[in-house]
């Protein structure tokens, strides 16, 4: 298992709820992404890591976002108090350093009722 | 400031004949250019990417695409569709000298019938 796994893949929250999506890099890469894909669009960035660094939160929508790597490894997402809006599916990447391939996880796909 | 734009959010070939994805787009910098195949339930795929050497970029699965400078383009082209190719499709520019974050267009739906 090489590639950038993430968990759950499916999500189903009430609004309201908090939820964390989990993120396992490549081993080994530098540069770790998460991205937000609505139906029927690209992706679009949110926040961007070097090792447990958070370089970039500029794409974050609200103040509900929030994401971490401690360790420079496993990233998490956590969206508080979620709203409908917030459905999509929740990309994320890993690269060995800023600017090379991203290598892409199968996302998750959050569901707000 | 970088954009994107796919024209035509749905393309329908069928299988042997040309593909041809559209993108062109805007960069204040010299650009990188990149395009991704997704399949459903899966995450992005690179196909193939320009970072300012060869203009004719080749990629897998036997696609190729041109930068173009003069037009803002960077159209995906395959000459013999497969069945296998029908997919979505994104191209996306990341500005040399920044932060690598690419930003993609919307995607193209690519449909291959019989």
């Known amino acids: 298992g090489a590639g950038v796994s993430q968990s759950p893949r499916y999500k189903v929250a009430k609004r309201g709820q908090d939820v964390a999506l989990r993120c396992d890099p490549i081993?080994?890469?530098?540069?770790l992404f998460w991205y937000q894909q609505a139906l029927g669009q690209g992706p679009e960035f949110l926040t961007y890591?070097?090792?447990?660094?958070?370089?970039?939160k500029s794409g974050l929508p609200s103040d509900r976002f929030f994401a971490e790597r401690p360790e420079g490894s496993v990233s998490t997402l956590k969206i508080q108090r979620t709203q409908q809006e917030d459905s999509a599916v929740y990309l994320c990447?890993?690269?060995?350093?800023?600017?090379?391939?991203?290598?892409f996880g199968p996302g998750t796909r959050l569901t707000v009722l | 400031a970088q954009s994107v734009t796919q024209l035509g959010s749905h393309v329908s070939v069928s299988e042997g004949a040309l593909v041809l994805l559209r993108c062109n787009y805007s960069?204040?910098?010299?650009?990188?250019l990149f395009w991704y195949v997704q399949y459903p339930n899966q995450g992005l795929q690179l196909l193939l990417k320009?970072?300012?050497?060869?203009?004719l970029v080749k990629g897998i699965n036997g696609f190729e695409a041109e930068f173009k400078k003069s037009e803002t383009s960077f159209h995906l082209t395959k000459p013999s569709a497969h069945m296998s190719d029908a997919a979505e499709y994104f191209c996306?520019?990341?500005?040399?000298?920044?932060?690598?974050?690419?930003?993609f267009g919307r995607g193209t739906s690519l449909i291959v019938h019989p």
């Open positions: 990447a890993s690269s060995f350093s800023a600017g090379d391939e991203q290598f």
């Open positions: 081993s080994g890469h530098v540069s």
């Open positions: 890591f070097q090792n447990e660094a958070q370089l970039d």
């Open positions: 960069s204040s910098v010299p650009p990188y």
């Open positions: 320009y970072t300012s050497a060869a203009t």
């Open positions: 996306a520019v990341s500005e040399t000298g920044g932060s690598y974050i690419p930003t």
